[in-house]
């Protein structure tokens, strides 16, 4: 699971029009596995549907919304399916945490732009909901937050009065009046989430009025309390409810032993395919695995999870849809999951061994 967004995907996104541009990119982000410097979304399937379908599991909104967002973050070269790994991949994203000090040439200086932390509260419906100038703004809002300089500052200020202001960039806009009234609306209304310090600022202040009224001070919580990695677990596990019962079933029988981060990822895995039987079976290989290193001491143990899980389902995915073809079978039948796992059972031994380390070395 990734937890960071990439700020030259945000200076793309943020000059959009499309009004939940900002939440599917976060979704995708949120879905997406980072294994190995790469940001995977596992479908095996380039129909725009099948992510279509897992993005709206978390966005409540309509499926040709989804779909025109998708296509335009397609356009931006932000997201494009890859056939080798068949995956949807977030283009890009491992520059976020390179330092503009190590890169090479400018090329590589360039897209050295950083990272702004995802908030917990990007996932509630009020932020769903908000206006799309209002998304921007509390987007802006943590990446200053989260930039170097943000320590130097205790809260937000502005003066929508100051030429060339990036407020104003960020309400696309040139009309003070206009970016004015929306700050005005937006401290309002979101009163429980923004602490105004305006006037206090104002009355320190000894312009005139009709200067001062266009400075504003603020705090919001929601955004200067970063998220950390165990509220990111709990996010995870609170989406994903069924997957987690079964990977406790399967770790508690095998009586072995896993961090909550390392349950994290074996959910994350598994979260994006439609077809039980193949999480179970993902799960069982994963936990078989662990056995191995644990209990019996027969096994290295596993460098990367998050590598060996994607390497693990490609490889499954790819053993049932062998089966299908072979077996000239109707996927969307309810009995075929049934008919897959008697195929694995009467199997004495099944080598997918080979398979899983062809597919992770794919990853690296």
């Known amino acids: 699971m990734a937890t960071k967004m990439y700020n030259s995907h945000l200076s793309k996104i943020l000059s959009c029009n499309e009004y939940y541009i900002l939440d599917t990119y976060i979704n995708l982000v949120h879905i997406s596995s980072e294994v190995n410097d790469k940001y995977l979304i596992q479908t095996f399937s380039d129909k725009m549907s099948d992510l279509i379908n897992l993005i709206r599991k978390n966005l409540n909104v309509?499926?040709?919304?989804?779909?025109?967002c998708l296509e335009k973050l397609i356009n931006l070269n932000i997201l494009n399916y890859d056939d080798t790994l068949n995956c949807w991949i977030l283009k890009d994203m491992e520059n976020m945490t390179k330092a503009k000090t190590e890169a090479l040439d400018f090329e590589a200086s360039y897209t050295a732009t950083g990272y702004t932390n995802i908030r917990k509260f990007f996932f509630f419906e009020e932020f769903t909901f908000m206006k799309a100038r209002?998304?921007?703004?509390?987007?802006?809002m943590s990446q200053l937050k989260d930039s170097k300089k943000s320590a130097f500052h205790t809260g937000f200020s502005?003066?929508?009065?100051?030429?060339?202001s990036s407020w104003l960039n960020v309400l696309k806009t040139k009309s003070k009046y206009y970016a004015k009234y929306t700050i005005c609306k937006m401290l309002s209304t979101y009163s429980e989430l923004f602490e105004d310090n305006s006037d206090t600022l104002r009355e320190k202040d000894y312009s005139p009025e009709r200067i001062k009224n266009f400075k504003f001070a603020f705090d919001c919580k929601a955004i200067k309390d970063k998220t950390n990695e165990d509220t990111y677990i709990e996010l995870v596990i609170a989406k994903n409810p069924k997957e987690y019962e079964l990977v406790m079933d399967k770790i508690r029988f095998a009586q072995i032993t896993l961090s909550k981060k390392l349950i994290m990822h074996l959910i994350r895995a598994i979260a994006n395919l439609k077809e039980w039987f193949l999480k179970e079976r993902i799960v069982q290989l994963i936990v078989n695995k662990y056995r191995a290193i644990q209990i019996h001491k027969s096994r290295e143990n596993i460098k990367s999870l998050p590598a060996y899980a994607a390497a693990v389902v490609k490889s499954v995915v790819g053993e049932y849809k062998n089966f299908i073809n072979n077996k000239n079978l109707n996927k969307n039948s309810y009995e075929t999951g049934e008919y897959f796992n008697h195929y694995i059972d009467d199997k004495l031994y099944i080598n997918i061994t080979e398979t899983i380390n062809k597919n992770l070395a794919l990853l690296f």
Request: aromatic residues 14%; glycine residues 0%; proline residues 5%.
């Open 62 to 68: 309509s499926y040709k919304t989804v779909f025109n």
């Open 134 to 140: 209002e998304k921007r703004l509390l987007i802006y």
């Open 158 to 164: 502005m003066n929508l009065l100051k030429p060339n």
